[in-house]
């Protein structure tokens, strides 16, 4: 763990908006597909 910790460089401002960029699209992504999978089951018992 310390050798890990040696290694480890703080990100640059750059660096961090980009991960940001990309864990805010896979957080939404996960959130629409849910949301998709829930309205299709909604409109398909609703039918019943």
């Given amino acids: 763990m310390a050798n890990t910790l040696k290694m ?3 990100p ?3 660096e ?4 940001l ?8 992504g ?3 597909i849910g949301f ?5 089951f909604s409109v398909i018992t609703f039918g019943r």
Avoid at 16 to 19: A, D
Avoid at 21 to 28: A, F, Q
Avoid at 36 to 40: G, L, N, R, S, T
Wanted: overall charge positive; hydrophobic content about 45%.
């Fill in 8 to 10: 480890a460089k703080k």
């Fill in 12 to 14: 640059d401002k750059d």
């Fill in 16 to 19: 961090y908006k980009q991960h």
């Fill in 21 to 28: 960029r990309l864990v805010l699209l896979g957080i939404g």
């Fill in 30 to 32: 996960v959130g629409i």
């Fill in 36 to 40: 998709i999978i829930q309205f299709v």
